[in-house]
């Protein structure tokens, strides 16, 4: 079998398409399926065919129901789903709302992504309400709050400008309820990277007090002065930074809560 023929029997495009917003593919390998975004190829969702967890920043945001009060999830920058499918198996009776601006990229993702399966009740009464519309509108807001906010609000590999403002956080500071939490996806640490497979690798990094270098959880801490927790995802997980807004949570209480293989990354999260 000569090199073409085995890149097509590795990899299968499933669909090609151009949106409004994004360049969209959406490939399957042997083990997952990957939607893949622009001319970076960023991996904006995936879905592995023989095991749940995905080795990324996914699985991450599936530990904070653990530590919010009980009420709707906010998930900005839905994407393919891939954090909506975790959280809904290991928390079913969460209610989710998520945000995405491109609707083409919905219907792809109902389509190939099972999307369209979390939009109906589990038999906890959990569900997915999706809705199309700019994650930064007013119509964002729900009534009594959200307990907890998501957000993976990616443009080629890189995190969008406004999360580097602080009012952005300000604003969606408002939208939580009392004792609520964000937890975002904070890309890397400078202007300076290489883009590969939907996360950011930092060219420099330095120790502990690297997140001074990422503009997002810069801006994030002037926001919440004294209630952001950070840490550094490792290489095989994305190297992604990522951010914790609340008091650093009670660890042994946050280690209890979650399942195994989240148990590790809660022991890391550390104070800015």
């Known amino acids: 079998?000569?090199?073409?023929?085995?890149?097509e029997e590795e990899y299968q495009v499933r669909t090609a398409i151009r949106s409004s917003y994004n360049e969209i593919v959406i490939?399957?390998?042997?083990?997952?399926?990957?939607?893949?975004?622009?001319?970076?190829?960023?991996?904006?969702?995936?879905?592995?065919?023989?095991?749940?967890?995905?080795n990324s920043y996914w699985d991450e945001f599936a530990s904070l129901p653990a530590?919010?009060?009980?009420?709707?999830?906010?998930?900005l920058g839905l994407g393919g789903g891939t954090a909506a499918h975790l959280m809904l198996d290991l928390w079913p009776s969460l209610q989710l709302e998520g945000w995405e601006i491109d609707e083409i990229f919905i219907h792809k993702a109902r389509e190939y992504f099972g999307l369209s399966d979390l939009e109906k009740h589990t038999q906890a009464g959990g569900i997915l309400n999706i809705?199309?519309?700019?994650?930064f509108s007013p119509s964002v807001c729900i009534s009594g709050g959200y307990a907890g906010e998501i957000l993976q609000l990616v443009s080629h590999g890189k995190v969008l400008p406004q999360l580097e403002e602080v009012t952005t956080w300000l604003k969606l500071k408002?939208?939580?309820?009392?004792?609520?939490?964000?937890?975002?996806?904070?890309?890397?640490?400078?202007?300076?990277?290489d883009v590969n497979n939907g996360t950011v690798h930092p060219t420099n990094l330095s120790t502990d007090s690297s997140w001074v270098q990422n503009p997002a959880i810069k801006a994030l801490s002037e926001a919440f002065?004294?209630?952001?927790?950070?840490?550094?995802?490792?290489?095989?997980?994305?190297?992604?930074?990522?951010?914790l807004t609340g008091p650093l949570p009670e660890i042994t209480s946050w280690y209890a809560a979650v399942p195994g293989p989240l148990t590790a990354g809660v022991k890391q999260w550390r104070p800015c």
């Open 1 to 7: 079998m000569n090199k073409e023929e085995e890149e």
């Open 27 to 54: 490939v399957d390998t042997a083990q997952s399926r990957m939607l893949l975004l622009d001319s970076t190829h960023n991996v904006q969702s995936i879905l592995y065919k023989h095991q749940k967890w995905t």
């Open 67 to 75: 530590i919010v009060p009980e009420g709707p999830i906010a998930i």
């Open 131 to 135: 809705h199309i519309g700019d994650a």
């Open 174 to 193: 408002n939208l939580l309820m009392p004792e609520g939490r964000l937890m975002v996806n904070c890309g890397g640490i400078d202007s300076e990277s």
């Open 225 to 243: 002065p004294g209630q952001v927790s950070w840490k550094k995802l490792p290489a095989n997980f994305g190297a992604n930074y990522l951010a």
